[in-house]
């Protein structure tokens, strides 16, 4: 009987782990199967970049990992026209990198926080802040 419940007791916290660790999907390459949902992350920020600096924008993708209801997107940005990126001469920027970490939200993407071409390090301490974001989407 003490087997029994041993057994019971290590399988019950051995599929409870399994089940608590998040699948982290890779979308830095796109594919058939992550396509229409990268594209729409992608299109999110593409949308808020064109909202700010007037111009359109395509994305080379260093880093996109995706874990239940959070994404982390690294890269860079260049015109989707091929010409240079204006940026406004009285404020600073360090062209061209990209980042953004995305929240689900009742099912639906949002950006929860963004930056293009900041000369800070806005994103220290974004797993502190996403407490519930694997931290796998975070590494390389």
Same mark, same amino acid.
């Given at each position: 009987?003490?087997?029994?419940?041993?057994?019971?007791?290590? %399988?019950?916290f051995?599929?409870?782990n399994i089940y %608590? @660790?998040?699948i982290?999907?890779?979308?830095?390459t796109?594919?058939?199967?992550?396509e229409?949902e $990268?594209?729409?992350?992608?299109?999110?920020? $593409?949308?808020?970049m064109?909202?700010e600096?007037k @111009?359109?924008f395509?994305?080379v993708?260093?880093?996109?990992?995706?874990? *239940?209801?959070?994404?982390?997107f690294r *890269?860079?940005?260049? $015109?989707?026209?091929?010409k240079?990126i204006?940026? +406004?001469?009285?404020l600073?920027y360090?062209c061209c990198?990209?980042?953004?970490?995305y929240k689900?939200?009742? *099912?639906?993407?949002q950006?929860?926080?963004s930056?293009?071409?900041?000369?800070?390090?806005?994103?220290?301490g974004?797993?502190q $802040?996403y +407490?519930?974001?694997s931290k796998?989407i975070?590494?390389?």
């Amino acid at each position: 009987m003490k087997y029994k419940f041993l057994i019971i007791f290590v %399988s019950f916290f051995i599929a409870l782990n399994i089940y %608590s @660790q998040q699948i982290v999907l890779d979308y830095k390459t796109k594919s058939k199967v992550n396509e229409v949902e $990268r594209t729409y992350l992608l299109d999110l920020l $593409r949308a808020r970049m064109v909202s700010e600096f007037k @111009q359109e924008f395509i994305f080379v993708v260093e880093h996109f990992k995706v874990a *239940g209801d959070f994404a982390w997107f690294r *890269g860079t940005a260049k $015109r989707k026209d091929g010409k240079e990126i204006n940026l +406004p001469e009285d404020l600073p920027y360090d062209c061209c990198h990209v980042e953004a970490m995305y929240k689900k939200v009742n *099912g639906k993407w949002q950006i929860a926080e963004s930056a293009a071409f900041s000369t800070d390090v806005w994103w220290d301490g974004i797993q502190q $802040r996403y +407490p519930k974001a694997s931290k796998e989407i975070f590494q390389d």
